[in-house]
């Protein structure tokens, strides 16, 4: 531990305080529900556009939105969820569209139920 003076009482001198260890980081690969919340971009097959994440409780999970995407598969995409550290996008219903996991920093890869690679990043 690392003594860190304490500021002097009235009239007094300062005293040394020992300091708490820097906290240990996070364990990599751990993903939480708050940190998927918010605009995203999101890849497939040549394609890509945005994401929108939410907490609002929807069929499938949580409400998810997407902009500007011109393949259906991305189109449809209403709802995500956690599953353990697997991130599920889902359309109309809960029905899984896709399936990813994290790939380190602010980036997910999987694959759709149809087959292909979607990824989404920020």
């Known amino acids: 531990m690392i003594a860190e003076p304490r500021p002097p009482a009235a009239g007094g001198t300062a005293t ?9 980081p996070v364990a990599s690969g751990t993903v939480g529900r708050t940190d998927l919340l918010g605009g995203w971009t999101i890849a497939s097959s040549g394609e ?3 994401l929108f994440m939410t907490l609002t409780s929807w069929t499938g999970g949580y409400r998810a939105s997407t ?7 991305l189109k ?3 709802a995500w969820n956690l599953q353990g550290s ?11 569209i896709a399936r990813l996991q994290s790939s ?10 149809g087959g292909g ?3 989404f990043y920020r």
């Open 48 to 50: 890509s556009c945005q």
């Open 117 to 119: 690679a979607v990824s």
């Open 16 to 24: 040394p305080v020992a300091a708490a260890p820097p906290a240990a």
């Open 67 to 73: 902009r500007g995407c011109s393949s259906d598969m």
């Open 104 to 113: 380190g920093g602010s980036r997910f890869d999987g694959s759709a139920e």
């Open 86 to 96: 697997q991130v599920v996008l889902a359309g109309q219903g809960g029905t899984p």
């Open 76 to 78: 449809s995409i209403s």
